[in-house]
């Protein structure tokens, strides 16, 4: 991994003031520097369960569908708490990170591509639960200029409908590195279920009325589909 690991424990100490007791997040994507992902993998892995030791929950997720060039990786720590995120950062500058951080500069095996905050719409929300998350798809809209309350109600009415044909979703506003996008993230037990969904929405004359209706709310950036590698929760 190269010098911008350090991203992975260094982001901004702002942003979570308005949440108490919800699930917060933070993602880091890394895109290996060879064909071959192992080290970065492995190294990730060693980062996770230091993180954990400081207060995160950490899953990492590798890119199926949404990628390109080498193979690439989501690195996303969460929190139940401001104390809990504390308590990681303040682990920022510890002799075992540094020692982390020298091993990993002297043999890189991934960059980073961009690290952001998300901020999930759902209060009661908690880290734990994404620990038996499976397959996962993600929609990222950018919400266009007067029509936040459309967006919201939108993905609101479009979560209550995904929920009741089988997938598990979560929403997020993007706070510190983001520019305002939402992410409307939808997982599953296997890629089964993923199947199973995909087959009913495709079906669900509903869900065309609400997509007709919302038309000109939000402007569609981009998907992407993976799975998940590990969870320090499980």
Same mark, same amino acid.
């Given at each position: 991994?190269?010098?911008?690991?350090?991203?992975?424990?260094?982001?901004?100490?702002?942003?979570?003031?308005?949440?108490?007791?919800?699930?917060?997040?933070?993602?880091?994507?890394?895109?290996?520097?060879?064909?071959?992902?192992?080290?970065?993998?492995?190294?990730?892995?060693?980062?996770?369960?230091?993180?954990?030791?400081?207060?995160?929950?950490? +899953?990492?997720?590798?890119?199926?569908?949404?990628?390109? +060039?080498?193979?690439?990786?989501?690195?996303?720590?969460?929190?139940?708490?401001?104390?809990?995120?504390?308590?990681?950062?303040?682990?920022?500058?510890?002799?075992?990170?540094?020692?982390?951080?020298?091993?990993?500069?002297?043999?890189?095996?991934?960059?980073?591509?961009?690290?952001?905050?998300?901020?999930?719409?759902?209060?009661?929300?908690?880290?734990?639960?994404?620990?038996?998350? +499976?397959?996962?798809?993600?929609?990222?809209?950018?919400?266009?200029?007067?029509?936040?309350?459309?967006?919201?109600?939108?993905?609101?009415?479009?979560?209550?409908?995904?929920?009741?044909?089988?997938?598990?979703?979560?929403?997020?506003?993007?706070?510190?590195?983001?520019?305002?996008?939402?992410?409307?993230?939808?997982?599953?037990?296997?890629?089964?279920?993923?199947?199973?969904?995909?087959?009913?929405?495709?079906?669900?004359?509903?869900?065309?009325?609400?997509?007709?209706?919302?038309?000109?709310?939000?402007?569609?950036?981009?998907?992407?589909?993976?799975?998940?590698?590990?969870?320090?929760?499980?």
């Amino acid at each position: 991994m190269s010098k911008a690991m350090r991203w992975i424990v260094v982001c901004c100490l702002a942003g979570f003031t308005g949440m108490v007791s919800a699930e917060r997040l933070e993602a880091f994507r890394w895109q290996a520097n060879s064909s071959s992902p192992a080290g970065l993998v492995q190294g990730m892995m060693t980062a996770a369960k230091m993180h954990e030791k400081y207060g995160a929950q950490v +899953g990492i997720y590798r890119m199926d569908v949404g990628g390109s +060039g080498y193979p690439t990786f989501d690195y996303i720590l969460r929190w139940d708490s401001a104390e809990a995120w504390a308590k990681t950062k303040e682990a920022n500058a510890n002799e075992e990170w540094q020692a982390f951080w020298e091993q990993a500069a002297a043999s890189p095996s991934g960059n980073l591509m961009y690290s952001l905050e998300g901020l999930n719409w759902d209060a009661s929300a908690k880290a734990a639960d994404f620990a038996q998350d +499976g397959p996962y798809r993600v929609y990222v809209w950018q919400p266009n200029a007067g029509k936040a309350a459309a967006v919201y109600a939108a993905f609101s009415r479009a979560k209550e409908m995904h929920t009741a044909m089988g997938a598990k979703v979560s929403i997020y506003n993007e706070g510190v590195g983001g520019t305002g996008k939402v992410h409307y993230v939808m997982s599953f037990d296997d890629w089964a279920d993923m199947a199973a969904f995909g087959d009913k929405v495709a079906a669900s004359e509903e869900f065309r009325f609400l997509q007709a209706a919302a038309a000109g709310a939000a402007t569609p950036i981009g998907s992407i589909q993976g799975e998940p590698l590990y969870y320090t929760g499980q």
